[in-house]
């Protein structure tokens, strides 16, 4: 029994949070699932090589490098993986696709419109050749969610009349918690609104199939200096010890439409005390309901107006069985998936997709139009909340 | 043991949904509590003189009118309840207070801000001649809600930085729903933004003891038109049978501030399928959150920041121990109080401030800002949703 | 329009806890639900002239009596609602059914197996001569539960295999809380088995249709002697001051087969911390399961095991909709009801009956029944927990 | 930076269910944390050649091998995880642990006191040449159960009075569910009761650190014959296709006390529809209660009685943050852990028992008194349900 599979050789770069938690999907995902390539984890990419060589030995990469440039010229890598902060994700994903890799890179796609837009175009010019891409919203991949897509998509609750959606974190609600990159405008764009509100914004546009037509923003940033952290050196604004500046927002509130004309709030905050990864979408179609909180994460709600009066409630369905999207690779019901599994099913997705050389999702313009009404909702912030067209997607 | 109490004697006007909840708690409060004055149930109110008098024998009123002003004129009448729809409460509240009655009047305070205005000029001139006024807000007599504004004033979750507030229904989810003067903006004045979202401003003013200082608003109206109901004759634009126009908003979203800048989401739609009456609040200070979902309506839940983070979680408070407002009268722990204990509540509280020669809350002036609110929130809608300023109550 | 409705005299001894539920009861579905009879708040009975006579005019009746056998005497009284402690109900109601009077005596029917016997014979009888008679086992007209009941009777979840049952409380779990009548086994009959085992003993018959054919018990005191409050001056074994002891069960287990064989756990505590009323039953069927808790008393969760695996779900059911038992006369959906309900209900009920001239269930028979179950416990537990056959009910 | 740390290379018999669980954690563990030897996956047993060389490719194990008599005398095998079902547990972990290997069995221990017992008098036997035993009840490394041992053991709750568990699923409730081994006692020894009975009783050991005095117990099989799967083939009593009997119970129900006197209720069922992994326990004590359920494993409730009864109730503890038990290698706060990462953590704390010398647990010797209590369930439920003590485990 030879195994004649081809390879998948992935590069890595960035190692902390998110490299952590991709080097675990890859590692996962031929251990549960067929795959149609053998992902191998050939290089992790990062600044210091110390660090690099040390966190390559612990998250399990064969290798350890620096420079990015070099690794992309290499012809042992087919992916390359980006876990960067998101200032620098235009730069390699655009250099990955122009040398043949495929590309899965961490939302958001970028820190702005103009890099999205960039990043867009290179992703369409590469698919020419046949390198994929793909931006890494991995809440599309939680199985509930899943399955709240496909029910959705069935016409289970009818056409979508309203959208409710909340992000809801407390890790900034200190005011003495340290400032870190994510504080800062030039590193990470924008705050909770591209932090956790852009995973929102893609989720609506996931569940619904449809893109967002305007919003009505408003933005808050609470606590307008922190301690500055070790580990925050460097930053801008930060003059080695004492305290910075926050410069990017604590808070984001919107009011939206989908170009169906659903109506969508949206609320992301770091700042909700007792809320700790609150991802909750409500939508309310003609026909039934169905909700979702991260916070439970395994269990779907759905209400289904069809029934009769006296029976009717919202169902709650532990997306745990062998029948729910990606469970039979699994454990038996009732024996809850994790935060870590979502990440496992999008490399899953992302293999099986360039395997059958067909583009996966999200593309790159999905995430070009989430970074549109991230944007959007920023320029409203700053124009008294006024309604702002989003731009149509070219294609 | 003979009882000196003095009487207070009651003419409530309308017999309808809130007649009929309005009633209960007249008859109710003083079986449980100990009131300084003796409600009488003195004269039902209503148009049609056979309905009026079959009402008030079933909801025990002891006797029946039709003509309202000449029920203002008795001597032996010392409070007008007003149960009828918004369009009429300005006109009968003023002729009440005009005649020196004290005035109990349903929410929403008026239709317009012109007719609060007026009202709220005319209960601050019959406060002079001790005449007192109030309007019915009842959710503020819920005593997981009671607690929650103590426990704030207390300082428990230290200063406000967010409110999220909703006010889910779906009655009218079915487009076949029939018409009804809820939907009548003549009567109505507005829909799910006057009838449900009026609560929830309220609610965030009660809790927060903030008024509000602006607004962002949107309002939606997804069914055009519905079947014309028997009941519904006579409403603006209904031609007989058939189907009439709704003329009305069918959900309301607003983003707004608070005068301290606090930020608050707003959201109230009759459309939200399998939410029944989810009045919804949580508010987020610097040092913790409460929460609230009337479909629990026993249960306060409170997260506090101050507890080492091992221990700390939302608590699940029953609000139904005798150390909790308004319980010593009723049952023992875990016996759910229901919706209407809410207007028992109210009138208890109502008897008290009068016998107390004190001004009842909420006021007019409570009730006159909250259509400042709504009437804002509409002005943004017709405006690009553009931030509106709500006028300072004038004292 | 008269009022030809022929008057129920009622007439109720006892006046603490249950004689106001029951007040509110009588004074409140008249006002609600259309009956054939109209009830009329006669006399009130208690033992203390002066208090009797205030709680009348507290709780609304029209005279205070201290001698329940001249009442019973009276042909102006038609029934007799006996709300006093366990150790008097046979005497009381036997004699009012002697009387001719209908009979509704608060649960448990008696405090042991041979009272509730006696009274079971009695209320033969007297049906015979038109006399009808009710145990007030008042969750049974809980809207939930009735339609519970109702899905249970329809085959919805199938045949009964298994029963979860408990009830669990928390108010004696502070050692320090003061000696009651209700831990004094004269008067009480036991403790936590007696006080709300029987309402899981009662409702396991109520929604299965079925009685207990045996059970395995166990009964535990977990503090054997407490202060004397100055209320339990009196109870057996207290000498004035100082402490005394319990001789009731803290909480009572046991394991218990219905006659189809369906196996029934039962737990009833007053040690439960955090527990405030958590009447909780679970049935597992052939094709479903029903579960309610009485803590969020309006809600009923139902699973379908017809439905595929995938959407299969417990459906969370808020049993406030017009088409819900009881609820027509009531509030519109979510708008929650509370524990007094359960009583107006009963009462609605019960005068049905009585109007129609059919007995009203649980009969004195149910009531037996119970008495039978609680008793085996009691003897189990004193035998190594042996299994001990249910007395088949003589009818 | 070279890695000195000694290897523990892991041999693994089985390789179905708990064989894959077991090897993601042995994948897992060092990814995370910083473990004192590194763990290397170096041969999987199994019956069939090829079948288990697939395997061992698939779940990433170095080498694959038949006989696992042989594997025992490989030198270069440290420790022996036992996945078998419990008929083969006794033979393998003896012969292993007088080979000087270290082992982990899977729960339950054995499949009989008998066998429990010589299991343990060899880990008693093994430990003075340093090979350790430890027996898998994975649950007691749920973060959230771990949180609940240590609040439990600094006396948050005061003393324990009662404590109530329920382990509850629903994959055998329909009739027509397959035969297989699991049914079949003399492969798995008991049904319910050793499956996941032996969880609930484990866990309650861990979590009030006290052992059971002894039991009342009734078992129930609810179907007695299933259609034949083919993976069935070779059960007892099937005669290759049709249907064969169930040999072992489907829902063990008991009534039990601790040496402290501390009641107990238990419940395992395969029968309740609805439930797919409802491992609950509550936990009642003098000074507060806390509450667990599977099917929302990241949560602990916890009620503290010290709390004024205004503000008091259960807290829900999310026990995702670093301050929680192994959080502190995973992600941020709320982000969930899955069923999984209880292997991974026996991982952790074996592997550091191991490096320091230490006896890991629970030992055979938790193992062996769980198996006595399942066997006095057993006993208890053939003699009327009477009173089973529960020996004194040896020491």
Redesign the interface.
Known sequence: ?T?NRPHLRVAMIGHS?MG??H??AW??AP??FNLPLVPEMAVLVGRDA?RT??AA????WAEAATDWRAVLERDDVDLVDICTPGDSHAEIAEAALASGKHVLVEKPLANSVEEAESMAAAARRAREFGARSMVGFTYRRVPALQ?AQQ?IAEGR?GEI??V?A?YL???L???EAPLGWRLDKEKAGSGALGDIGAHIVDMTCFLTGQRFAGV???L?T?VHERPVAESSAGLSGTAGVGRGPVTVDD?A???ARLESGA?V?L?A?R????????MRI?L??????IAFD????NVL???D?TE???????????A?????PYLEAW???????????GFTHQVVDLVEAIAAGEDPTPSFDDGLHVQRVLDAVERSSLN????TQIQTPTS
């Open positions: 029994m195994d949070f952590r938690t080097s675990q590692r996962s251990r549960f110390e060589q040390a030995e612990k998250l399990g399955l029910l609750i009349r309203q409710r909340q974190q407390d890790w609600a200190d005011a009505s923003g408003m808050e609470f808070a509130l919107a009011t109506t709030s609320e905050s700042f909700a005390w007792g809320r700790k990864n609150a409500e309310s179609g003609t026909q039934g309901a991260f916070e439970d994460m709600e759905v209400y107006a009769p009066a006296r029976t009717a409630g919202f169902r709650r369905i532990l745990t069985e062998p029948e729910h454990w038996p019901p009732g024996h809850a998936l994790g935060y870590e599994h008294e909340n006024r309604w």
